[in-house]
């Protein structure tokens, strides 16, 4: 239950954090964007905090590796296939 409650929080403020860059798009005066921009922010970071202290340190660390760009082009297999040299000596 309390997986699926920061799972959803952090995708909450990934849609807050989103929708506060189509703002001034919605919006036309300058007093009104700078609030609802304000708010989405700080919304957003509530909600993304909120989020991980709920999830823990151990899926904190899991979804940090998988934003880690050296793990990027790392394969999950832990045994490295031996490679063969297919060029044949003086035959």
């Known amino acids: 239950m309390s997986k699926k409650l920061g799972i959803s929080s952090l995708i909450l403020s990934a849609i807050a954090l989103i929708s506060a860059l189509t703002i001034p798009f919605i919006v036309h005066t300058g ?3 700078a609030k609802w921009i304000a708010g989405l922010l700080i919304f957003s970071e509530v909600t993304f905090w909120t989020g ?9 660390k899991k979804y940090r590796s998988y934003l880690n760009p050296k793990n990027w082009k790392r394969k999950n297999d832990p045994v ?9 000596d003086d035959v």
């Open 31 to 33: 007093g009104d964007m």
């Open 52 to 60: 991980g202290i709920v999830l823990g340190k151990e899926v904190a």
């Open 80 to 88: 490295q296939p031996v490679q063969v040299s297919t060029k044949q």
